[in-house]
């Protein structure tokens, strides 16, 4: 593999005047300029990325990790992210923690050894466990939930009004019955849902029976497990918000093997809309997230603390949830 000292030997200058060439960082003379071009193509010289990156102190590399990519939130979040980053003239390196915190933090650790410039995170663990990184000496903004006591930027969806949105959906239909399928219980994420899901009960006076709040993790086949012990109860509910979509699966798995049929049985409203919610049989009223939206703006964010002109303070942005109303509710019988 050539190196820059020979470009410089073969066109006889100086490996300076060879970068200053390559880099546009000095004047070099038309002639100077020609040979070190020449030089280079009879070589095949490619400047080396690493050194340039150390020379430069940017490597125009972000850090990406999500928490389950198999979640199609996440999967669109990185195609929106990987876009608006290429048009920046930045390059993506993805990590899916898989919902593991100690992944999340060897992925985290990793991607400073190789330079990032900065991080997006969807962070999976609780408070202490970011002790190790709290000095991490690149910016980090966090996406779909926020760590308490970590004073990072973030980028989320209005939680809190997405839970009161799709509780407030199923009461105009008159159920009183109604059940929660929460996420991870330590994660903003879940608690926030379920806050706003709280809060609306309370307005319309509707009592909230704890055993009617099931936590699936975001996970299908937890959701499902919880979904089948929720339905084998003497007092079933009448309707069900989910907190996100790979637990609508489990949900809609569960309703099929015990033969419930929705909405004759049981209406339902998920967060997140899946890409192929409305083929579901009935189509499926959804919480739509504005991912493109919250993609843009945590690059954003992103590449204002990169280029050092951000706000001195952490920035919290949160989104508005649309609803998206499809058939899977129906008025309460009775």
Request: charged share 25%; hydrophobic share 45%.
């Amino acid at each position: 593999m050539a190196t820059i000292k020979d470009v410089a030997r073969l066109a006889g200058v100086s490996t300076a005047t060879v970068s200053a060439t390559l880099n546009k960082t000095a004047y070099v003379s038309p002639e100077f300029e020609d040979r070190v071009l020449r030089a280079v193509k009879l070589l095949g010289y490619a400047p080396s990325g690493i050194a340039r990156s150390l020379k430069m102190g940017v490597t125009k590399l972000i850090g990406l990790i999500v928490a389950d990519i198999t979640n199609p939130f996440f999967t669109e979040f990185v195609q929106q992210v990987e876009k608006a980053a290429k048009l920046d003239g930045y390059s993506v390196i993805l990590c899916d923690a898989d919902q593991d915190v100690g992944e999340e933090l060897n992925f985290i650790r990793l991607l400073r050894e190789q330079r990032v410039d900065g991080l997006i995170l969807a962070p999976q663990g609780r408070p202490d466990d970011y002790d190790p990184i709290r000095t991490l000496d690149i910016p980090v903004v966090l996406i779909d939930r926020l760590v308490p006591f970590w004073a990072k930027d973030g980028v989320l969806l209005d939680n809190v009004a997405a839970g009161r949105l799709g509780a407030e959906h199923v009461l105009s239909f008159g159920h009183r019955r109604i059940a929660m399928i929460a996420g991870t219980p330590h994660l903003t994420s879940s608690t926030e849902r379920l806050e706003g899901f709280a809060q609306a009960l309370q307005e319309h006076g509707v009592p909230l029976d704890a055993d009617f709040i099931r936590y699936g993790n975001f996970r299908e086949e937890a959701a499902y497990t919880e979904c089948l012990s929720l339905f084998a109860g003497p007092l079933r509910p009448t309707a069900v918000l989910v907190a996100n979509n790979l637990m609508l699966i489990g949900l809609v798995r569960a309703l099929a093997e015990l033969g419930l049929h929705c909405p004759r049985d049981v209406s339902i409203v998920a967060i997140d809309d899946l890409p192929w919610a409305s083929a579901f049989t009935p189509p499926l009223t959804t919480i739509r997230q504005p991912i493109a939206e919250i993609a843009e703006a945590a690059l954003g964010i992103l590449l204002s603390r990169i280029r050092r002109n951000g706000p001195a303070e952490p920035v919290t942005k949160r989104v508005a949830p649309e609803l998206i109303v499809r058939r899977s509710c129906r008025a309460v019988e009775g």
